[in-house]
C-alpha cells in the first residue's frame, strides 16, 4: 500500500469510529428515536466504511482510482483554462474559480449572477462558467435532464426538483404556478422548488442576454457521484458530509479553498460550487458528459440538459 493510501486508512477508519458513536448514540437516546437522524448517521457510517474498504485495497500502480463497485473513477483533472463554478447562497451566488498553476480553487461572492462573472473576469479570462440551477426552461412538458439525474443518484434523488414550466415561474405565488404548471405539465409544485424561482428567473434572462462565455448547468450530486463511483449519501451540511466532499474533491486534484465559509454562504456552498468548477473544467478538456446526452431544446432555444 502507498503511503498516501494508508494515510487515508487511517483517518477513514477515525472517522468511521467517530460515525459509529453518532449512530449509536442516536440509538440508544430514546426508545424511538428520530428516524431522520438515525437514517443519516447509518449513512454517513456506511458511506465511510465502503470508502475505507476502497483505500484499504488500493492499488500500488500511481493511478487507478477505483469506485465502490470497481468501475474507474476519473483521474485528477487538468485545469487548461479558467473557468469558474457557482451555487447559490444565501447572500446571492459564491463561486470557485480554478485556473492553471493555481494550488486551490479562489472563492468569490457577489449578489447577482452577472456581477459575479463580471468580476471574476476582470481577474482572468474565464471561458466556462457552470452552475446550479436549471437552464432551459420547458414549455409544457417535464425536462428529460432532472428526471435522469434523479435516476442517476439512488439515495439523494430528492436532492433533483423539477423543473417548473416557463408561464409557472411567472406567476406571482406558488398557488398560482401550481395552477399554471398542472395545466401545462400536469405537475403540481412543491414548496422547495418554488423557492428556486427567483434564481431561475435571474440566470434565465443573464443567460438569454447573450454572455461572451460558455455556460452550462451542473448539479454538484452528480458531480460528486462522478468523482466518488456513486451518490455521497451523508448531508452536505453534516460533519461527514462535508469530509466526504473534501476528501472526493482531493481526489480529482482539487484542494480545499483558503476559506471555506464567510458573510451570506457556507462550505456546503463552497464545496458545491467546487464540484460544479470540476465539471466545467471538464468540459473545457471536452471530456464532460451530459444528461440526457443529446440536449433538449424547448422554446427558448438554450440547451437543456445537466452535465458532469
Known sequence: MRPQDLTTARALALALAVEVDVLARAVARDTRPEANEVNEALAAATYTLVRLTEALG????????????????????????PVLGVDGCRGGWVGAVLEPGAPRPR?????????????????????VVGID???????????????????????????????????AYSASDRAAADTVNRSRCGQGVGAQAFALRDKIVEVDAWVRS????????VHPELSFAAIVGSPILPSKKSDAGRSARLEALRGVGIASPSILSGAGYGADDVLDACAVA???????????????????????GIPAAIWT
Open 133 to 167: 440551477i436549471p437552464i432551459g426552461l420547458p414549455d409544457n412538458t417535464l425536462r428529460q435532464a432532472d428526471g435522469l439525474a434523479r435516476k442517476a443518484l439512488p439515495g439523494k434523488a430528492s436532492s433533483v426538483f423539477s423543473t417548473l414550466t416557463r408561464a
Open 107 to 127: 472563492v468569490a461572492v457577489a449578489r447577482t449572477i452577472a456581477e459575479l462573472v463580471e468580476t471574476v473576469r476582470t481577474w482572468l479570462g474565464v471561458e
Open 210 to 217: 447573450r454572455p461572451t462565455v460558455t455556460v452550462i448547468e
Open 278 to 300: 470540476w465539471t466545467a473544467a471538464r468540459h473545457a478538456n471536452g471530456v464532460a458528459t451530459s444528461l440526457p446526452a443529446d440536449a433538449e431544446r424547448f422554446s427558448d
Open 58 to 81: 488500493a492499488p500500488d500502480g500511481p493511478s487507478g482510482r477505483v469506485g465502490p463497485s470497481g468501475p474507474a473513477l476519473p483521474e485528477p483533472v487538468e485545469v487548461t483554462v
